[in-house]
Nanobody, 121 residues
Framework: QVQLVESGGGLVESGGSLRLDCAAS????????MGWFRQAPGKQRELVTV???????TYADSVKGRFTISRDNTKNTVQLQMNNLNPEDTAVYYC???????????????WGQGTQVTVSS
């Protein structure tokens, strides 16, 4: 199993920056895709960004050019650098990781507890 611990959320003014961090621990052979979802009040959870094990990235259109995801496979961590934040970015951000204990196991998606990001005007 994988446990994900997130940090870095908080309150920031519009135009400011935050960096979210997510550290994975537990029993697993590999972590495959890692990334971030977010959920704003009254809205569905949406994919923000994903990074594969080899470093390929995908971003939601709403964050392209402003957010940057990166990972360290040796430390089993993933980071989300968030620049030029605006109030529409206010949401709970959830880290996720796809992994399995053994190669014979199915790949499961694991989730962090979520961290609040609030952007004021």
């Amino acid at each position: 199993q994988v446990q994900l611990v997130e940090s870095g959320g908080g309150l920031v003014e519009s135009g400011g920056s935050l960096r979210l961090d997510c550290a994975a621990s537990g029993r697993f052979t590999r972590i495959y895709d890692m990334g971030w979802f977010r959920q704003a009040p009254g809205k569905q959870r949406e994919l923000v960004t994903v990074v594969t094990r080899d470093g390929s990235t995908t971003y939601a259109d709403s964050v392209k050019g402003r957010f940057t995801i990166s990972r360290d496979n040796t430390k089993n961590t993933v980071q989300l650098q968030m620049n030029n934040l605006n109030p529409e970015d206010t949401a709970v951000y959830y880290c996720h990781a796809d992994s399995r204990t053994w190669l014979s196991d199915p790949i499961n998606r694991y989730w962090g507890q979520g961290t609040q990001v609030t952007v004021s005007s």
